[in-house]
């Protein structure tokens, strides 16, 4: 299991940021991710591995003037 925004997921072999997102509702709304404390963007998402019992929290992207 990870925990992803305080919620539990379930983790499995050879998972990565990208697989991640595309498991939850609005993936698309997140800009970077910080996995164990270490923040990962957009570019890297694809070749990032997400380890067993991960901490993952989402941050969003932001827009305004």
Do not use: C
């Amino acid at each position: 299991m990870i925990e992803i925004d305080g919620r539990q997921i379930p983790w499995h072999e050879g998972m990565t940021v990208a697989a991640l997102l595309e498991e939850i509702e609005d993936a698309h709304h997140y800009a970077v991710v910080r996995l164990n404390g270490r923040l990962i963007s957009r570019p890297n998402f694809e070749k990032t591995p997400v380890p067993d019992s991960a901490e993952v929290i989402l941050i969003p992207m932001v827009a305004g003037g």
